[in-house]
């Protein structure tokens, strides 16, 4: 598959429709624990500064560009991406086409009562998916074992690990042989999206691709994070040559 090297992440080049297929894929091909992240800027900094993490991103089976600094950096780097695929809109494609097939979810992550929610919602909207467990992100570590057992009895196709960056990815990789699933995909928020607990930006601002504006109106708490975002342009414009 082609990719991009940007700053040193290997961020594959696909669009919303190739990744669902693709997962889709590994589904219906029985792979074992392949897993999926979604970097966008704020990620990719993080990766820049720490090699282990940015080693950990590079083990996914697919790594996809969530956020327009992203395109944005492919194409500065004379490679470009399509458009953004970012973690929420891959899951929703990939939920329609799980239910087309009868195929199971489990949802894990967000405070207690929310992925309970979500997975209402889900069987409502994506008749025919199987959601056969859920579990809240916040756990101690008798709690976590339980949760995998009850992952694991379950064996679902697609597991959705929702516990925010760099949290749900480290997760991802410590437990990925020990899960019994076909694919596990690492996405922040979504679960939280899908239940309405949180707002996805106005369509207005995904458009002109200013969704990270709308989130730090609405959370100006993020503004440290989000001071990441022009340090990342920074950084791929003076260095991101280097890495081919
Ligand atoms: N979360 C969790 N366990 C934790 C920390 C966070 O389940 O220990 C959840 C939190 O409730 C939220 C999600 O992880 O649902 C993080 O969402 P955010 O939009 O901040 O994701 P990011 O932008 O960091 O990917």
């Known amino acids: 598959m082609d990719k991009v090297n940007i700053l040193g992440a290997h961020i594959d080049k696909v669009n919303i429709e190739q990744a669902s ?8 091909n029985g792979e074992k624990c392949k897993y999926v992240f979604t970097p ?17 991103l590079n083990t996914a089976a697919l ?6 600094g992203v395109v944005y950096a492919a194409k500065i780097l004379g490679s470009p991406i399509e458009e ?18 009868g195929m199971s979810l489990y949802l ?6 929310v992925a309970d929610k ?34 694991n009895d379950k064996k679902p196709n697609v597991l959705f690990v929702c516990l925010g960056a760099p949290k749900q990815e480290k997760w991802i990789y410590d437990h990925r ?5 076909n694919v596990c995909l ?31 109106v609405k959370q100006p708490s993020r503004i440290g994070r989000m001071m990441d975002l022009p340090k990342f342009g920074f950084t791929v414009l003076l260095h991101g040559k280097k890495y081919k």
């Open 108 to 113: 894990f992550g967000s405070k207690p009562g």
């Open 21 to 28: 297929d693709k997962i889709i894929e590994m589904i219906e």
């Open 84 to 101: 953004r695929c970012a973690g929420f809109d891959t899951a929703c494609r990939l939920m329609e086409k799980m239910a087309q097939k």
């Open 118 to 151: 979500a997975r209402d919602i889900i069987l409502e909207k994506y008749k025919g998916i199987q959601v056969v467990g859920c579990a809240d992100g916040y756990f101690d570590a008798e709690k976590e074992e339980q949760i995998v057992a009850d992952i």
């Open 40 to 56: 966008n800027s704020e990620i990719l900094m993080r990766a820049y500064r720490d090699k282990e993490f940015c080693d950990i």
């Open 186 to 216: 690492g996405i922040g928020g979504t679960i939280d999206v899908i239940s309405g607990n949180t707002e996805r930006a106005p369509d207005f601002y995904i458009r002109h691709n200013i969704e990270w504006l709308y989130r730090l």
């Open 63 to 68: 790594l996809t560009a969530d956020g327009i």
């Open 177 to 181: 042989n020990e899960l019994e699933v």
